[in-house]
């Protein structure tokens, strides 16, 4: 088992750009989710899935779109990346109340 | 003021120290959480308790639902276990699927 992981581990953008960011998990969770760690704050929810087809808006969803068109894969897109959204994002998936993380993908919007 | 609270932020400990990280919140919750953070960035899942105690190798995690208060205790602390120790809280108001996270504490184990 891969467990969970995510594609790509780095990415340097320039404002405006856009890209996807991949989490694909092996161990058949119903939930996933994303999430942002920046210096000095704690994990911020972007967005997460309760299932297949589903998606829904965490505490920070500006600025970010999702999909879980397959129950292994949930999508971040940034649209038309901000410097504000240079970050960590981290994904994870849960079948109970425990989550399972990804390794991360830095994201430097320049 | 944070509804999840850590302390301290920091910590450096010579190994073979008993080491004590504490989690402080304020509001109902139905789950607590700790994971730790490596240098390098993976996050994992290090004890889910909603009450008393649970040990796995050296390490205890302890909560007390009324004080709203947990500690993560790690015996005979070693270099590998340096690293950042996040706290999150699962309210049982709400959606319960969401997490309220603390800001970790960075740990240092200096041989």
């Known amino acids: 088992n891969a467990g969970v992981t995510q594609t790509p581990k780095f990415r340097v953008l320039k404002t405006g750009q856009s890209m996807t960011l991949l989490c694909a998990q092996d161990?058949?969770?119903?939930?996933m989710y994303w999430y942002r760690q920046d210096p000095g704050m704690g994990l911020r929810l972007i967005h997460y899935?309760?299932?297949?087809?589903?998606?829904a808006k965490g505490e920070v969803p500006d600025g970010y779109n999702v999909s879980r068109l397959k129950k292994q894969n949930f999508l971040l897109g940034l649209e038309s990346a901000a410097p504000s959204q240079t970050s960590v994002y981290f994904c994870?998936?849960?079948?109970?109340?425990?989550?399972?993380f990804g390794p991360g993908t830095r994201l430097t919007v320049t | 003021k944070n509804e999840v609270e850590q302390s301290p932020q920091n910590l450096t400990a010579q190994e073979g120290e008993f080491i004590t990280i504490n989690c402080s919140y304020s509001v109902g919750i139905s789950a607590l959480h700790w994971l730790q953070q490596h240098p390098g960035g993976g996050i994992v899942s290090l004890f889910m308790l909603s009450s008393g105690k649970k040990k796995h190798g050296r390490l205890i995690a302890t909560i007390n639902i009324q004080e709203k208060h947990s500690s993560l205790h790690i015996t005979a602390s070693h270099p590998r276990d340096s690293a950042v120790y996040i706290c999150a809280v699962r309210a049982n108001a709400g959606n319960n699927r969401k997490l309220i996270w603390g800001l970790g504490t960075s740990l240092a184990v200096n041989p």
């Open positions: 899935s309760v299932g297949e087809g589903t998606t």
């Open positions: 994870a998936s849960s079948i109970s109340y425990e989550q399972y």
């Open positions: 161990m058949n969770h119903e939930y």
